[in-house]
């Protein structure tokens, strides 16, 4: 009897990371919303300076959001959006150093490097942490 419950208690504990992992998947919506999690956001702005952004990242068919410092600027595309694959590769052709919301951003497959389609930019809307009083 003693080797079916070693068994049985094994074979919970493997499945346990497989069910744990299936739970937590969130909404790209859900994603946004806990990457924002105690920010407040600013007033909408046509562009952002690329001097001092930091890094981006995609969340799937929602939105691209741009890191500079402290602050992070969301920008859901004006068209597009449907095609935005957070394993995608953004290729941004810009005149200058700023990215405006009349710019549009290549969308290239990771694995294969090909063409995917493009995003037309919307306004970037900051999100900051309040500030402690």
């Avoid at 690329?50 to 691209?64: E, R």
């Avoid at 694995?111 to 995003?119: E, I, L, M, P």
């Amino acid at each position: 009897m003693r080797p079916l419950i070693t068994i049985l208690l094994a074979a919970a504990v493997a499945a346990s990371p497989a069910a744990l992992a299936a739970k937590e998947k969130l909404t790209p919506e859900e994603e946004l919303a806990k990457l924002l999690e105690g920010r407040v956001a600013g007033e909408p702005q046509n562009c952002i300076s690329l001097t001092t952004t930091q890094s981006s990242q995609v969340i799937d068919k929602t939105a691209i959001v741009y890191r500079s410092g402290g602050t992070l600027y969301v920008n859901r595309p004006r068209s597009g959006a449907d095609a935005l694959n957070d394993d995608d590769i953004l290729v941004t052709k810009l005149i200058g150093n700023r990215l405006c919301s009349i710019d549009t951003v290549e969308l290239h497959d990771r694995q294969a490097h090909f063409y995917r389609g493009f995003v037309s930019l919307g306004e970037f809307v900051p999100y900051r942490r309040p500030a402690s009083e």
